[in-house]
């Protein structure tokens, strides 16, 4: 057993006590925070899983951005948690555990029984990639040959935030989403707000720029543009926009909007619906990954920030 | 070389999960509000020691990455728990 | 044992515990937690079929890893939208909870909301 | 690598059907960047050029053999990713841009835009598009990632539509839905990656060559398959459908009921007649036809013993679906392979008989509701004059339901009664006709009560807008006549089968099936009978009197059971069995 | 200017010099530069390079100093703790100084702010005893002459 | 010059080992919040801060080595700010004394 093996079972053990806490602890504010540092750390396994395109997406979005939703409910919450309903019984309990065990078992066996030699695409992705003159693979998967995936994942995104602006009271329609925050203008908050986004800018913009030839892409830039925005947002130097505004519904389509117009000039001008020129491949998905990076950006700060809850006047 | 690393990367994240189980045992929210903070530092450290034993440059990237969101998280923590203690008003001592 | 077992072991246990999670949990924020580390169980099988399929100078097959981050958004939008109607549900019934017989109980009715 | 077969290039007329993902997906951003006042002309220049589309594929199709292939980015699969359509698609796209159309007239006066943009409208219009686009993608997409993104795309159109009024109920039920249906599609997914890892694609033809019986591929098969049934809310996973689909308004419920349902059923019809057909094998099948029989009884029964009408409704689709998976044992060869014969046309055709008469029937009921102010069954005397139209829709798309000649139902149901009689499954059979005779059932409850003289004048809250109730009643219709059309082109139908629909031996069988749903109606419901009443009441009361007793004590089991079902860690732990047995009865057949 | 002068030395350290790279470089550092500006108004005050140096050198040697004093309290078997509150009052004014000298003082020996009372910074400490009050002079002294030596 | 290198790689790391070491039992043993605040973000700090500069040997060149610094960089602001925070939640809650 090599000494790398010694690594990644303690790393294993780790992250599985976290998840055991995660289910276990019966406080539900404790499970979140031990689901955040789960997230985080669920990064270090796919960056010794050779994903570090992966690993940078769990770090942004799965752990930070997604926990810090769970941990905003789970504040929000706290206080009713007391009068909440009984535990199913033992044998419910019971039943369950052995169900899920026997699920896990069943993948367990069905993941570690390899055909061999295991089925790849990776060298299919690799003598492809002069089309589009990218060099990172997992971007040339994501925007030319599973395009379509990507256009209509950004619809989806698109959707939640239909979905979780249609919450609103009809009074609240059209204004700002979430809870006015206010903080001390002079305070420590307000200091880091204002020394750390800019930083936090270049970063997600190289985050993407990076993309194109390294690990990285429109979604982790986007996450870290994102994250900046909301802290912004916290510490009350800024608010959020109101939903009625054109510029934000404008810049909230951008991305799936632009890539449908690129794969509906390919129809009619080029080969096929997403199909990019070679000449012009890469401008193309970069300037279609720059108008993501924007609407991922507003669109996950809009989904962390919920529901519509004031007038716009305020 | 890389056994060496290896076994630091090894001692930082045994560090971690011990820091996290005293950090989550809590007893108050301020304790567990520390938690992404560590991982923001040691997190980190195994990240850039990964990097380089691996030999994935792009894991300066994530820890990058890591460490901003890490301190979104925890700003996020005290913010929720400030606002928390506010609406509360009366008791924030208990906390279990 | 190599990272692949070490891995394919511990996403199954993940996928295990969050689906007992999702199942026995009453609170529908737990569920909605449990539900996300299920996810990451799952896409962890994408990250050990992507690592055994290593080829071509990669470390990991590419096209399993753009699955997941595909997967990913996918799951962090289902999670907050999940959290935006769990939210809205408490701001007007006052409670969580998912049983359809505490729901029978007369509640006033915010209808005109 | 393997030279291009025909499935693998892009044939003549693919572009049509990029266009039809396309166009809704475009009407979607449009109408969410341009708000209120454009929603209108969006709405009404997207739904005909989605009607045209899906009227040239059904042209093109039988000229170009058969298969439409588009290859998106021309990348050739594995790598790229195929639209792919064929005879089942057609029919889908098809319906699904007329129930579309239908709703969306239907709706106009509901969720009409406002000069100042409101919040149901606004909603409302996206999400009825992203609905289109999702079932279009689901219904053309050769890939199963990009079909794991399209259900998404469904239930996160889906899931708003339930909880668009905002009261808590609906609010719970469309979180239960959320949950459950998220548990879904991570058990679906768990199996795209195992297939993907041992067969390296994730495209259906490719696969289709590739898979055979080995344990990943079986679990995998298993877990995809159970993931999918929760999505449809096969019975006992349906805990989210009943206050989901009885919660939403009356246009939604005819999107969710009608069309929604259909996705997750059409990617199980997919996958098992197209990726895996060898795989299942015959005890698979017997069981996912067995909770498609306990379905029909438990949401029939269920049904019966509603006291609202929307609840009725909703636990007719429970019983429907349950329906839909009989054709499942019935498309099975002598060598335990599935075939995609006469049994998956009339499944087909059932799905489809279902999708145009259940989103009149919600419709009706909708405007029936909004008419009186209530929905109580046992309220609506009265309701065949006061709202004629509204019920004359119910009872039409009722009888397109229950298997009135010439509708879709009537056709579905010969289709596969032959096939019991040809694969020797005669329990089968049985089922059908007595999903036949409970669907009489209820739809008789519901017209005797609003058929029957009210005891005072009936006040309407207030009056559904003609234009409404019109595309109610040509939905209703359509359902009516669906046995008339012409489906040999897409769906594998012996020819001589429509000739005999009219006849005596019909009429008979007709018979039979009301009248045993009229008795099941007076058995087991336990609400006073208009019924009852007319017919000779002393002989009757007290012949059947203690038997009446007994079934309605039954019923009563029934429903306090589908309660427990309902619940979520009973639901839950049914799901995770549901996996395990489909693994085990497809290892027990291989 | 400084400001993006700044930035563009984070871009380059980030992302290497690469002819290829300018346009997202440049949006990149306006975009910062112009968000910087509009979050934090340029001061006035001058610079000294020199001071500033100093300054770094002081704060990595108290913080190395920090470190150690942590490290051996905690792991001193006799666990010496006197923890307690001390108050600090700071000549700097409210607000964007004042909080740059908390930051750094944060990360001193013994030391973490807590807050402030009656204009006066509240300091917490592992061990009391200690002159935090002139350990924290000094490092004001040190941190006016480097940032705000007007 | 690589054995060069390699001793400051070891002690390096060696030292942020120890520090993270120090850290740690710091956050087990220390009373209350406070000072636990105290282990983490002053030793803990200070090992991230040993193990870059034992790694920068190792890294390919100049722009490695000040990517790594600036990583500690923020990790230093982002610290010093959220322990301030932290700090005030506590004292404010009480849990401090």
Not at chain 4, 14 to 28: D, E
Not at chain 4, 114 to 126: D, G, K, L, Y
Not at chain 4, 287 to 314: C, D, H, N, P, Y
Not at chain 5, 96 to 107: C, E, G, I
């Amino acid at each position: 057993m090599s000494i790398a093996t010694v690594f990644e079972i303690a790393l294993a053990v780790v992250v599985l006590g976290l998840a055991i806490w995660t289910i276990a602890v019966p406080d539900t504010y404790s499970a979140t925070v031990g689901f955040i540092a789960y997230g985080l750390l669920v990064a270090l396994i796919w960056v010794r899983l050779d994903a570090v395109d992966v690993a940078l997406t769990e770090a942004a979005i799965g752990g930070g951005l997604g926990g810090v939703v769970l941990l905003g409910a789970a504040a929000r919450l706290r206080g009713t948690e007391a009068m909440t309903m009984e535990r199913p019984s033992l044998i419910v309990r019971l039943s369950a555990a052995a169900l899920s065990a026997s699920i896990a078992a069943a993948l367990a066996v069905a993941i570690l029984l390899p055909p061999n030699p295991a089925p790849t695409l990776a060298p299919d992705v690799v003598s492809n990639a002069g089309a589009t003159g990218m060099a990172n693979p997992v971007t040339n998967v994501l925007m030319a040959f599973r395009a379509m995936d990507t256009m209509l994942e950004k619809v989806v995104l698109l959707l939640a935030i239909v979905g979780v602006w249609s919450l609103a009271s009809d009074q609240a329609w059209g204004g700002r989403p979430g809870p006015r925050h206010q903080a001390d203008p002079n305070g420590v908050l307000a200091f880091l707000a204002r020394l750390l986004p800019p930083a936090g800018i270049v970063v997600g913009i190289y985050i993407l720029w990076t993309g194109a030839d390294h690990p990285g892409g429109a979604f982790q830039g986007g996450a870290v543009l994102a994250s900046m925005w909301l802290l912004v947002i916290m510490a009350g130097l800024v608010d959020t926009p109101p939903v009625r505004s054109r510029w934000l519904r404008l810049v909230l389509v951008a991305g799936p909007g632009l890539f449908l117009v690129v794969g509906l000039g390919g129809l009619c001008f080029g080969s096929a619906f997403l199909a990019y020129p070679a000449a012009f491949a890469k401008p193309l998905i970069l300037s279609i990954e720059a108008a993501m990076l924007l609407t991922i950006a507003t669109t996950l700060g809009l989904l962390l920030a919920g529901a519509p809850e004031r007038s716009a006047e305020r | 070389m890389t056994e060496f690393l290896t076994t630091a990367v090894g001692l930082i994240l045994a560090m971690l999960g011990l820091g996290l189980v005293s950090i989550l045992r809590g007893p108050a929210d301020a304790d567990r509000m520390m938690a992404a903070q560590l991982i923001g530092t040691a997190g980190i450290a195994v990240l850039l020691l990964l990097g380089t034993v691996t030999g994935v440059p792009a894991a300066v990237d994530v820890a990058l990455i890591l460490a901003l969101l890490a301190t979104f998280a925890s700003i996020a923590f005290v913010k929720k728990g400030l606002s928390r203690l506010e609406t509360d008003g009366a008791g924030p001592g208990e906390d279990r | 044992m190599s990272a692949v077992t070490v891995f394919g072991l511990y996403a199954a246990a993940a996928v295990g515990l969050g689906l007992y999670g999702l199942i026995t949990t009453p609170q529908p924020l737990r569920k909605i937690i449990a539900f996300n580390l299920l996810g990451s169980g799952v896409f962890l099988l994408f990250g050990i079929v992507g690592r055994r399929g290593a080829a071509a100078g990669f470390g990991n097959d590419p096209v399993p890893q753009a699955l997941v981050i595909t997967g990913v958004v996918v799951a962090f939008s289902a999670t907050a939208l999940a959290i935006a109607l769990l939210l809205r549900l408490f701001q007007i019934a006052g409670s969580t909870t998912l049983n359809s017989r505490a729901a029978a109980s007369p509640r006033s009715d915010p209808s005109g909301n | 690598m393997l030279p291009p077969a025909p499935a693998l290039v892009t044939t003549a007329g693919g572009f049509l059907l990029v266009l039809s993902i396309v166009a809704p997906v475009a009407g979607v951003l449009l109408e969410f960047a341009l708000g209120e006042r454009y929603v209108r002309p969006v709405v009404s220049t997207v739904i005909p050029v989605g009607l045209a589309i899906a009227a040239a594929v059904l042209v093109l199709l039988p000229r170009s053999d058969g298969h439409l292939v588009y290859l998106l980015g021309a990348w050739p699969p594995p790598l790229g990713v195929a639209l792919r359509a064929d005879g089942l698609s057609a029919v889908m796209l098809a319906t699904t841009a007329v129930v579309i159309c239908a709703v969306a007239i239907f709706a106009a006066t509901d969720f009409r835009p406002q000069s100042v943009e409101a919040r149901t409208p606004f909603a409302f219009w996206i999400l009825l598009l992203a609905i289109w686009g999702a079932l279009n993608t689901i219904f053309v997409a050769g890939d199963l990632f990009t079909l794991y993104v399209a259900l998404e795309l469904l239930t996160f159109a889906a899931v708003p539509l339930v909880s668009l009024d905002g009261r808590a109920e609906t609010l719970r039920a469309a979180l239960r839905y959320l949950l459950f249906a998220l548990l879904g599609s991570v058990f679906y997914l768990m199996g795209t990656a195992l297939l993907y890892g041992l067969y390296g694609t994730l495209d259906i033809v490719l696969l289709s060559h590739r898979v055979s019986a080995e344990p990943g591929a079986l679990i995998a098969a298993a877990l995809m398959t159970s993931g999918l049934l929760a999505k449809t809310a096969l019975f006992p996973l349906h805990l989210w459908l009943p206050p989901a689909h009885a919660g939403a308004p009356a246009a939604a419920s005819a999107i969710l009921s009608g069309l929604v349902v259909k996705g997750s059923f059409f990617i199980v019809v997919r996958l098992w007649f197209y990726v895996l057909p060898a795989l299942p094998g015959f005890t698979a099948a017997q069981f996912l036809a067995t909770l498609g029989a306990g379905a029909i009884l438990v949401g029939s029964i269920v049904a019966l013993r509603q006291e609202r009408l929307k609840l009725l409704v909703a636990y007719s689709t429970l019983a429907q679906i349950g329906y839909l998976f009989l054709l499942f044992p019935l498309a099975l060869d002598a060598s335990g392979r599935l075939e995609t014969g006469q049994a998956l046309a009339g499944g087909l055709i059932q799905a489809i008989s279902h999708a145009t008469a259940k989103a009149a029937m919600f419709m009706a009921v909708g405007s029936i509701y909004a008419g009186l102010g209530h929905d109580r069954i046992t309220g609506i005397s009265g309701a065949a004059r006061a709202l004629p139209l509204s019920v004359m829709t119910f009872a039409l798309a009722g009888f397109a339901l229950m298997g009135i000649q010439p509708g879709g139902a009537s056709l579905a149901k010969e289709l596969l009664l032959q096939e019991t009689a040809r694969t020797g499954q005669w329990w089968w059979a049985g089922v059908l006709q007595v999903g036949g005779m409970f669907t009489a059932a209820y739809v008789v409850l519901v017209l005797a009560h609003a058929l029957s003289p009210p005891d005072r004048p009936v006040a309407l809250a207030a009056r559904p807008p003609r234009g409404s109730g019109l595309a109610a009643l040509a939905l209703a219709l359509c359902s009516l006549f669906l046995g008339l059309l012409p489906w040999e082109p897409y769906l594998p139908i012996p020819y001589a089968l429509e000739s005999k629909l009219f006849g005596v031996e019909a009429l008979v069988k007709l018979l039979v099936t009301v009248l045993g749903g009229v008795a099941l109606a007076i058995l087991l419901s336990p609400w006073p009978h208009p019924l009852a009443g007319t017919v000779a009441r002393r002989d009757l009361k007290t012949v059947p009197g203690p038997f009446r007793r007994a079934c309605l004590g039954f019923g009563s089991l029934v429903e306090r059971g589908d309660h427990v079902l309902r619940q979520w860690p009973a639901a839950g732990i049914c799901m995770l069995a549901v996996a395990l047995l489909l693994a085990a009865s497809m290892f027990g057949a291989n | 200017m400084s400001r993006a002068a700044w930035f563009l030395c984070l871009w380059l350290v980030l992302a290497d010099a690469a002819l290829d790279d300018i346009p997202a470089a440049a949006v990149a550092v306006a975009t910062a530069t112009a968000t910087s500006l509009r979050l934090l108004e340029p001061g006035t005050s001058r610079r000294s390079l020199r001071a500033i140096f100093q300054l770094a050198f002081l704060f990595l040697y108290h913080s190395i100093v920090a470190g150690v004093d942590v490290a051996r309290r905690a792991i001193d078997p006799r666990l010496p703790l006197r923890p307690g509150f001390v108050t600090y009052p700071t000549r700097l004014p409210g607000g964007q100084r004042r909080n740059v000298f908390t930051t750094l003082t944060s990360l001193l020996p013994g030391t973490v702010p807590t807050g402030e009372e009656n204009g006066q910074i509240v300091y917490h400490c592992l061990d009391v005893g200690q002159p935090v009050v002139a350990e924290l002079a000094a490092e004001e002294g040190a941190l006016v002459r480097a940032l705000y030596n007007d | 010059m690589s054995v060069a290198r390699d001793i400051i790689t070891v002690a390096g790391v060696s030292a942020g080992v120890f520090f993270f070491f120090a850290g740690t039992v710091g956050l087990l043993r220390f009373p209350d919040t406070l000072t636990r605040l105290h282990a983490l973000s002053k030793a803990d700090n200070l090992g991230l801060g040993f193990v870059v500069l034992g790694l920068l040997p190792q890294t390919g060149g100049l722009r490695d080595g000040l990517k790594l610094i600036s990583i500690w960089m923020f990790v230093l602001l982002a610290g010093a700010t959220v322990s301030q925070l932290i700090a005030r939640t506590a004292r404010q809650s009480g849990s401090g004394e």
